[in-house]
């Protein structure tokens, strides 16, 4: 069983910047999503374990970076000029089986952070 750990969200004013980060130990390609409520869980960011593949959902494209950091077991977030809309609670997630052409799917990880919530006010 792998246990991710999300750290780094808050309260941030429209315009500012947070980063995210998670541990997670093994080789996944890892992603970030987030939800909102009363919606469904949303991709946001993810990364082939070497690193060498990113991607994105259009919102956040120029935005946000995603990056690992495999001798520390860590991926981060980085999210600069946020916006109210980007307010939501952000999961870490963890893929033991990786297609690329379903990185922004839900079922393509196996494993979840608790979630960390992110506020961006205007």
């Known amino acids: 069983q792998v246990q991710l750990v999300e750290s780094g969200g808050g309260l941030v004013q429209a315009g500012g910047s947070l980063r995210l980060s998670c541990q997670a130990s093994?080789?996944?390609?890892m992603g970030w999503f987030r939800q909102t409520p009363g919606k469904e869980r949303e991709f946001v960011a993810a990364?082939?374990?070497?690193?060498?593949?990113?991607y994105y959902t259009d919102s956040v494209k120029g935005r946000f970076t995603i990056s690992r950091d495999n001798a520390k077991n860590t991926v981060h977030l980085q999210m600069n000029s946020l916006k109210p809309e980007d307010t939501a609670v952000y999961y870490c997630?963890?893929?033991?089986?990786?297609?690329?052409?379903?990185?922004?799917?839900?079922?393509?990880?196996?494993?979840w952070g608790q979630g960390t919530q992110v506020t961006v006010s205007s």
């Open positions: 093994g080789r996944y390609a």
């Open positions: 990364i082939t374990w070497g690193g060498g593949n990113t």
């Open positions: 997630a963890a893929s033991s089986s990786w297609h690329s052409s379903s990185y922004y799917r839900a079922p393509q990880y196996d494993y």
